[in-house]
């Protein structure tokens, strides 16, 4: 057991567990925030997707050990953003979303590349979502959302 | 109980390492999977843990004397986003994983965990890049060919870690990477290709060809490339089936999971024939 310190949704928290347990589950279980989902738990479905200092991570490859000092915002925290309702609208009026299981990871990873380049192409933002599977939408209709977000939401990244 | 221990400077870790049985863990993406258990509980890892987040030593790139110098905890998104890095080197990291890995996995990590199919690695042999390892006791520089001898083997000695990796800058006239995968993010290669040229005067100065995941490690042969040194391009295409032959005993895949020896072996002397084909 250790404790481990680090800013979750900027607020100061302190864990007091084991080094080697996996981010998501400390976020899902001891927090009981259940915005992001376990999918594959390797890395490959981005349906765990975090943003640790204000870019993506996937937390089920994120060991509890490595969070110390950092700041992690989960989709919760994101939700209450004007960012989040441009891209939440984007999302909506472009019909990327069906059984909603991805779209908050979707969502994160739309953040982290916007706040990063507030007005990509559209192989960036394949390159963005390339860690995120869908398995409804045939992710035209999330690519789609996104320029529309960078568009509709012009000055807010 | 295996320990975790996250050390705050360099010469801890090593005198952790040097004390007793420790796994070095860079950004963790690969021995996260290796060693996960049933969803929600603790990773299982059979080695004591050393954690090298807090190490600032190892983190950043600096570019001195016709040489790019790579911390062993610099994630692999800042390497390829950086203006100093050769340019086959980001391009190979742009087709590894994902974003979402890219900013918690190392190049350290990549080499350590010594994959036939790690994509950085065809690459990095290709560059002649050096591995620097450290222990108490001092460090060594080892070039990266001889640092990796099979299937998560390497001659690293358990009291040893990788510091850094240096790469000799060098811009080649023509340069490619080719990965073949199950699909372009989150894949694992079924074969790599890495080739590039020099060519002066109208000939050929440096011919520098490695090949991933179709052998026990990333396929490089000198002699054959050296036997091509002072020819022309022209030389060179005109003798592809002789340069095939060359690489035939070479490239020695097996069948696995994600592919067979049949389909790599055909695909590897494909992207070889296609780069000559291409120059």
């Known amino acids: 057991m250790a404790i481990v310190k680090f800013t979750l949704n900027h607020q100061p928290v302190t864990v007091q567990s084991d080094l080697n347990r996996r981010l998501l589950d400390v976020i899902r279980n001891d927090f009981n925030l259940k915005g992001l989902k376990e999918g594959c738990g390797e890395g490959e479905c981005g349906a765990c997707a975090v943003l640790i200092n ?82 409804c939408t045939g992710y035209n209709m999330i690519v789609e959302a996104i320029q529309e977000a960078a568009k509709a939401g012009e000055g807010l990244w | 109980m295996v320990k975790h221990i996250i050390p705050d400077t360099l010469s801890e870790a090593l005198k952790y390492l040097y004390q007793g049985d420790f796994q070095v863990f860079a950004g963790g993406t690969d021995l996260m999977v290796q060693n996960r258990s049933w969803s929600e509980t603790s990773i299982e890892f059979t080695k004591n843990m050393l954690y090298c987040f807090n190490l600032q030593e190892l983190k950043g790139i600096t570019a001195i004397d016709g040489r790019i110098e790579i911390g062993a905890m610099t994630p692999l998104e800042t390497i390829m986003n950086h203006p100093d890095v050769p340019s086959l080197l980001s391009e190979a990291i742009g087709e590894m994983a994902s974003p979402a890995i890219r900013h918690i996995a190392t190049l350290a990590g990549n080499i350590g965990n010594a994959s036939p199919a790690g994509d950085s690695l065809p690459v990095l042999i290709l560059y002649d890049a050096w591995v620097e390892l450290r222990n108490m006791a001092g460090f060594r520089m080892i070039l990266l060919k001889d640092l990796i001898i099979g299937p998560r083997k390497t001659v690293m000695h358990p009291e040893e870690m990788i510091v850094k990796i240096v790469i000799p800058k060098h811009r080649f006239d023509f340069e490619r990477f080719v990965k073949v995968g199950g699909r372009k993010a989150d894949a694992i290669s079924k074969v790599s290709f890495a080739g590039a040229v020099d060519i002066e005067d109208g000939k050929i100065a440096d011919l520098r060809l490695t090949f991933g995941a179709v052998g026990k490690t990333v396929v490089r042969n000198e002699t054959v490339e050296g036997a091509w040194i002072g020819m022309t391009i022209s030389e060179l295409k005109n003798g592809i089936w002789r340069l095939i032959d060359m690489y035939d005993p070479l490239i020695l895949p097996i069948d696995d999971q994600r592919s067979n020896k049949h389909y790599r072996k055909t695909v590897a002397i494909n992207l070889l024939r296609d780069f000559v084909d291409q120059l």
Do not use: D, W, Y
Request: contains cysteine; glycine residues 6%; neutral net charge.
């Open chain 1, 54 to 135: 204000h870019e993506i991570v996937n937390s089920c490859l994120f060991v509890l050990a490595n969070v110390e000092g950092k700041e992690v915002i989960t989709i919760e925290e994101f939700a209450k953003t004007k960012r989040f309702t441009v891209i939440k609208e984007a999302f909506a009026k472009m019909g990327a979303v069906q059984c909603g299981f991805c779209t908050p990871g979707m969502v994160i990873a739309t953040e982290s590349l916007l706040h990063k380049n507030p007005h990509p192409t559209e192989m960036e933002i394949k390159v963005a979502l390339s860690g995120n599977l869908c398995r």
